[in-house]
């Protein structure tokens, strides 16, 4: 491990143990108004100043950090998981299965992927309560963004379908689930592993686009994307340089699983 | 087969693809708007003001729409016709808000293309050419920190900085050309026959020109029509928070809305050019290159 990784793996776990620890470092919460100081500057009492609504700015950044850091790696989960369903299964099958399940995936990768988001967020109704629009933000990350592993792991598993040990496994006897289970599932986790990591910054980011946009997760509750929407009423960065923390929170995580992901192997 | 009839087969084999993948996303999101939550319901109905035929008239005008086949095949006839419906939320006929906002659509994200491809090709080619480590740094690193930046921030910092919304799109972009690019001229550098070519003295123009670009090329190629499907999504972003009357903020608003027959209009149109973009981009690098194709 070199010493860019290494750092990164540091970054990316001191900023999530931050963010597990949110309740202890701000126990006034995420949603408590302080109305008598709205818009307040940073102090001692509140770090990073407060929003408009008087809310503890701070404690809103560890709480979306916290958000979005864990429920990012659930989503990419889901669509590691629905990837290696659809192109895993499809490539060891292959002959019409893998042709159809190609066409599905090219379907899905000729819309633009924030498109693609916007359209099916907006097919889900959008006054719902915080908790339900983080269940429904992530899950839709989850559930459209396995197409692009499906093609890899399909190209994968259609690979090992005609390799050796799977025709010697066959000669052998072993057929259907447990050929796939035993012997072309484990080979194909190296992939699977790449495609999990590789989402997970690509759906940090997409939430934050749908956030921005006020498609994301409703407030009280904060995220990375509604807590960057504040940058919407910013006029200049020398007035409330403080405002941009979340932003550079954020950039600095994507960096950093940007290097942890560079500097590793990950097969094509 | 003789290669201009090769090349007619394979632009109709194109848009054979290109209507059936178009007519398939278009039933797919009519029939996803019609299993929507709250489809049915029409926010003009709580309009005291209505007596019950004036709702029942409102139902009945909706009535087309309940079977998914019967309204993708009304809407396909219409289509046909010239008619794409009507916006609920705006009220206005879709093919005039198709046409009054795709050209401003095609000139901010067009401009922006142009804009990203100049920046990164200059800059990949000129640390192909240098070699210099500290060149190779900085690229990596500004394209790594664009890439680290939602687009929606990369629009709201250049409505900010009064920026043009085209830049934004143009840094959205950039990034992403630039790595890939990158990586084929530094592959394409490192084959053993430019470095033979390096050896008899060989400029580095005609290397450029002559080696390294036929081999690179047609990914480059490739990835200009990708670019297209990219800046398309980035249009969604920037037209919206910069205030540019585009298809992206018309997506926008359809979203905000739930402006569903819209939504189908646009997941149609959007799917069409990322398609033809390719579909272009695969027959040009056949053009260039028969043989390897």
């Known amino acids: ?89 499809a490539g060891y099958l292959g002959g019409i299965w893998l042709r159809l399940a190609r066409g599905f995936t090219d379907l899905f990768l000729s819309l633009p992927w924030l498109f693609l988001l916007i359209t099916v967020r907006a097919l889900l109704p959008l006054n719902v309560s915080p908790l339900v629009s983080v269940l429904i933000t992530f899950l839709i990350l989850g559930l459209l963004g396995w197409a692009a592993s499906a093609r890899v792991l399909s190209t994968s598993a259609d690979a090992l379908r005609n390799s050796d040990f799977v025709l010697q496994a066959r000669a052998s006897g072993l057929h259907g689930p447990r050929l796939f289970l035993i012997h072309v599932l484990p080979n194909l986790k190296p992939v699977l592993y790449a495609q999990f990591w590789i989402s997970i910054p690509v759906f940090i980011l997409s939430e934050a686009n749908l956030g921005i946009l006020g498609l994301g997760v409703a407030e009280p509750l904060p995220s990375w994307g509604s807590l960057l929407r504040e940058l919407e009423g910013l006029i200049s960065f020398r007035e409330e340089p403080w405002r941009l923390v979340p932003l550079l929170l954020l950039i600095v995580v994507l960096t950093s699983f940007q290097t942890l992901l560079s500097s590793e192997e990950v097969p094509a | 087969m003789l290669p201009w009839k090769m090349l007619l087969w394979k632009i109709a084999r194109h848009l054979g693809a290109i209507v059936a993948l178009v007519l398939l996303g278009g039933l797919l999101s009519a029939t996803l708007v019609r299993l929507a939550p709250g489809f049915d319901a029409d926010e003009r109905e709580l309009d005291p003001a209505l007596n019950a035929e ?73 640390a192909c050419l240098w070699r210099a480590p500290a060149f190779e740094i900085l690229g990596i690193s500004v394209s790594g920190a664009f890439l680290c930046i939602p687009a929606a921030v990369l629009a709201l910092l250049s409505v900010i900085l009064n920026a043009p919304g085209y830049l934004a799109i143009a840094l959205i972009v950039f990034p992403k050309i630039y790595r890939y690019s990158r990586n084929l001229l530094a592959k394409a550098y490192a084959l053993p026959h430019i470095t033979a070519a390096r050896a008899r003295g060989l400029g580095e123009a005609r290397i450029l020109g002559c080696h390294v670009l036929p081999v690179a090329g047609p990914q480059m190629i490739a990835l200009a029509g990708i670019t297209v499907s990219i800046a398309l999504g980035a249009s969604i972003p920037v037209e919206s928070l910069c205030g540019l009357p585009g298809i992206g903020q018309l997506a926008w608003q359809a979203a905000l809305s739930r402006d569903l027959p819209l939504l189908v209009n646009l997941t149609v149109l959007v799917t069409l050019v990322t398609l033809l973009a390719n579909s272009g981009a695969d027959v040009m690098i056949y053009m260039l290159s028969p043989h390897d194709a």
Not at chain 1, 29 to 56: C, K, V
Not at chain 1, 63 to 84: H, K
Not at chain 2, 67 to 88: Q, V
Request: glycine share 8%; hydrophobic share 50%.
């Open chain 2, 54 to 126: 004036s709702v029942h008239a409102l139902r009945q005008s909706r009535a087309g729409e309940h079977n998914i086949l019967s309204f993708y095949t009304g809407y396909l006839r219409g289509a046909i016709h010239g008619d794409l419906g009507t916006s609920h939320a705006l009220g206005q006929p879709v093919q005039s808000l198709l046409r009054e906002r795709w050209p401003v659509t095609v000139r901010v994200a067009g401009v922006g293309l142009l804009l990203a491809w100049l920046l990164a090709s200059t800059l990949a080619f000129t």
């Open chain 1, 1 to 89: 491990m070199n010493l860019a990784r290494k750092l990164a793996c540091v970054v990316v776990v001191s900023v999530c143990a931050v963010s597990l620890a949110a309740n202890w470092l701000a126990p006034a919460g995420y949603a408590r108004q302080f109305r008598e100081a709205p818009n307040a500057p940073p102090s001692r009492q509140h770090l990073l100043g407060t929003d408009e609504i008087g809310r503890d700015r701070f404690a809103r950044v560890l709480y979306g950090t916290r958000i979005s850091l864990l429920l990012a790696p659930a989503a990419a989960l889901v669509s590691t998981v629905l990837a290696a369903l659809v192109g895993g299964l």
